[in-house]
């Protein structure tokens, strides 16, 4: 199930890919600041049943004149069918863009960034034609940005920390943080300092951190008060209660053993019209297919 904290871990880098060659200091590795990057489609499927898609996709061309694929996948806990994904990704968009592809792999719990960070060998023991190497961005990767000014230096790079570091005990002080910075840039950008509000808010998942950064949007960030400002925080909350239902039907189905595929799965989290996923909720309590909670049965 794809979950509104997982978006927010590969998404960060579609609103600014520059976040990328930052974010990787940590880890030791340096990049070219990015001075191009394409959104590229992130549908990986050919034409056979297996759907394989990378939660997002980027071209990047560095200040040094590098060009390659940046492929971005939030990973939620250890898999161990990944791997092989992985590879063939890498495999088929080098092939397909004659580029060099690079993986990102954020993670938003120490266990899970420890078991992404192995190199895998595909191919014999004695020579292995293939080595899975991702680069990983995890809590002991990423820095803790708790002080205003460091967040207002980079907003997005704030909001990357707060998604990966929400459950441990420095996610208060982060949220603090950057809700000063977010203040500061609404004098200025209101319709971005929204959006990282949004970003911050999904990144957060169902994690105490959340509920302590709806408390500081309440008592602190009052200042969003515009009629553009409320109508974006009634669209989030429409869309929230939607995405919160879609969730649960695919919940309910997963947990019942019906057969959700890929199509019918963005259907589902694509509707925004909470009277549909209410009788889709209520088809999903006893149906054997999806095509029951559709109605594409009757």
């Known amino acids: 199930m794809v979950s509104s904290s997982h978006e927010t871990l590969h998404r960060i880098f579609q609103e600014d890919p520059g976040l990328f060659v930052r974010a990787v200091k940590g880890v030791g590795v340096t990049f070219a600041d990015p001075v191009a990057a394409v959104p590229f489609p992130t549908d990986l499927t050919e034409n056979r049943p297996v759907e394989r898609r990378v939660d997002t996709l ?8 590098a060009r390659f694929l940046l492929a971005v996948e939030s990973q939620g806990k250890p898999d161990s069918d990944k791997p092989a994904s992985w590879a063939y990704y890498l495999s088929h968009l080098h092939a397909k863009y004659r ?21 895998v060998d595909i191919g014999p023991v004695q020579w292995p034609s293939l080595t899975v190497r991702p680069l990983v961005l995890g809590p ?39 809700a000063t910075a977010l203040k500061d840039l609404s004098a200025d950008d209101e319709s971005t300092a929204s959006k990282f509000i949004e970003l911050t808010e999904q990144g957060l ?4 951190a ?7 949007m309440a008592a602190d960030l009052s200042f969003f008060q515009s009629q553009t400002a409320q109508n974006l925080r009634a669209e989030g909350r429409e869309e929230g209660r939607a995405v919160g239902r879609a969730e649960v039907v695919l919940l309910l189905l997963g947990d019942r053993g019906v057969e959700v595929s890929e199509e019918a799965r963005e259907r589902i989290l694509g509707c925004q019209d909470l009277e549909i996923l209410d009788v889709w909720l209520r088809r999903a309590t006893t149906a054997v297919s999806v095509a029951e909670v559709f109605g594409d049965a009757e």
């Open 99 to 119: 580029l060099p592809p690079l993986l990102l792999v954020v993670c938003a719990d120490r266990r899970t960034a420890d078991w992404a960070s192995r190199h």
């Open 210 to 216: 959340a509920n302590l950064w709806r408390q500081i």
């Open 58 to 65: 980027l071209r990047l061309e560095t200040g040094d004149g």
């Open 140 to 178: 002991d990767s990423l820095p803790v940005i708790n002080s205003p000014d460091e967040a207002a230096r980079d907003i997005p790079l704030t909001v990357l920390s707060a998604a990966v570091h929400r459950r441990d005990p420095d996610a208060g002080a982060i949220l603090k943080a950057l």
């Open 205 to 208: 998942g169902t994690t105490p």
